[in-house]
């Protein structure tokens, strides 16, 4: 492993910052997903979020309130060895209904300090601008990012964190998950549905925008700091032919596509084959300028980034069709081959490897592993420990892959952070009780709890990990 490989933990501001109501901030699209059984319905746009009870809302609004301990939790970074940290902006902290002419100057100050706090232990950034979280005031007047007028309001807020952070930051994550956006369009992208709407014809126009905007931020980054880097990011995670028919075999390889359909455009900078033939077979036409096509093609990433918790299976067969398992969102086939976490994701270290290699074959670029980890129901014991060793398993087989892939393989693999390295609230359940961290956060589905930080048993693990730089695992 490359002496400067980036091992380190990431977290997302909608799921561990809170102070939703201070420092100026506005409100958030996270902020409005309610936890319990709406969350799903609101999540996929199909379900209005207003006129819910309001105890609906405690997990993003609340968290893990990081907005007041984030020093106490970098702290317990630094003591694991982190060299980086990835954490995302809530961009209506800086930009309260997306449209102000000059940023909210208390929220640039919070991140500012955050930044500091790390560098003060030489623990490099990893910032993405945005994680599931648009200003609920863009998405109330625009659609959020169906319209255009997203792109302006987007490029503005990248314009004012690259410039107030030149010089204390090196990774920019543009858009967390991008993909998800044709599964989740709410929580992925904020986008609202109006009556009578082709909800494809809409997905696909809001993607054109996002993969636009991400271009002309790639642009700016790089005219502010050279030194800047900019980076996609996707939920990845091969799909396998369930069987070795050639009918399995295709029904796969166009389910990856899904999936890369973002990424091609971002790496290569230009619309595959593949998804102009879509458009024309759906009657699918985006409203795009001349210049986008340019603007793409000269403004590819720096490096990939990407989420990976588990393989996933296709099929041809409407019997094995029926055999689902769930998973990151994306419905999947259950692989027999497989254990799965208590929440049913199934775990695959070497699919891990299959995917870097996936990605490097198919784009060149440096990889960035920013999401990997196992959901657990923790207990904390009488005397304060909690025993994870399933999660110490877990993260020592991927990492063990990951490793494989670099130093067998020849990938080029920048780092390394598992999700959520302290425990924070769950994207998809809205839960507390669905942990990732070495660090425990005493609180409960129900809100209740100290907010007290304990180190794990793989807090020590992962310290070791880190100081040894893989070597021990
Ligand atoms: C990814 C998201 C994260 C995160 C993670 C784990 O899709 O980028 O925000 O939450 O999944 O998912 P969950 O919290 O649902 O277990």
């Known amino acids: ?94 930009f309260p209904t997306g449209e102000e002419e000059t940023p909210n100057e208390e929220g640039l100050r919070f991140y500012e300090e955050v930044i500091d706090e790390l560098l003060k232990y030489n623990i490099e950034p990893v910032i993405t601008i945005c994680h599931f979280d648009v200003p609920l005031a863009l998405a109330e007047k625009y659609g959020s990012w169906k319209n255009r007028k997203l792109i302006d309001c987007f490029v503005r807020y990248c314009d004012a964190v690259f410039s107030r952070f030149k010089g204390k930051v090196k990774y920019w994550i543009t858009f967390n998950e991008i993909n998800m956006l044709l599964h989740l369009p709410f929580m ?49 995670g091969n799909f396998y032919p369930y069987s070795c028919s050639p009918d399995d075999v295709w029904k796969a390889m166009e389910k990856d596509r899904d999936n890369y359909f973002f990424i091609d455009v971002q790496a290569r900078g230009q619309y595959p084959a593949y998804a102009k033939k879509f458009f024309e077979r759906e009657g699918i036409t985006l409203n795009a300028e001349e210049d986008d096509y340019r603007i ?121 952070t598992p999700w959520g390295c302290i425990d924070l609230v769950s994207a998809s359940t809205g839960e507390m009780k669905k942990r990732y961290g070495f660090i425990y956060v005493d609180k409960d589905n129900e809100g209740n709890g100290t907010l007290k930080r304990s180190r794990k048993k793989s807090f020590y693990w992962y310290q070791k990990v880190i100081e040894t730089n893989g070597a021990s695992l």
């Open 1 to 94: 492993m490359r002496k400067d490989f980036l091992w380190g933990g990431a977290t997302a501001a909608n799921q561990c910052e809170g102070g939703c109501f201070e420092g100026g901030k506005g409100m958030g699209t996270v902020d409005v997903v309610p936890w319990g059984e709406n969350r799903f319905p609101v999540m996929l746009g199909e379900m209005d979020y207003k006129n819910l009870p309001d105890d609906s809302y405690y997990p993003s609004r609340e968290a893990i309130d990081m907005y007041h301990h984030y020093k106490e939790d970098i702290a317990l970074f630094a003591e694991m060895g982190f060299k980086c940290y990835r954490f995302s902006l809530s961009w209506s902290r800086i």
């Open 188 to 236: 992925g992208a904020g986008i609202l549905f109006e009556e009578g709407e082709n909800p494809v014809q809409v997905k696909y126009q809001a993607a054109h925008n996002e993969l636009v905007a991400s271009a002309i931020a790639t642009r700016l980054a790089h005219e502010t700091d050279p030194e800047y880097r900019v980076g996609c990011m996707l939920a990845a």
């Open 296 to 416: 793409l093609r000269e403004n590819t990433v720096d490096y990939i980034s990407f989420s990976y918790y588990s393989s996933r299976c296709a099929s041809a067969d409407p019997d094995i069709l029926k055999k689902s398992t769930a998973g990151n969102v994306m419905k999947s086939i259950k692989n027999p081959y497989l254990k799965a976490s208590d929440w049913g994701w199934q775990i695959d270290p070497l699919g891990l490897r299959i995917t870097l290699n996936t990605l490097y074959d198919r784009y060149q670029k440096p990889l960035f592993i920013v999401e990997n980890g196992l959901g657990a129901a923790d207990v904390m014991e009488s005397d304060g420990t909690v025993s994870d060793d399933y999660r110490i398993d877990y993260l020592r087989d991927h990492i063990k892959a990951m490793i494989d892939a670099v130093d067998i393989d020849g990938v080029d693999l920048l780092g390394y």
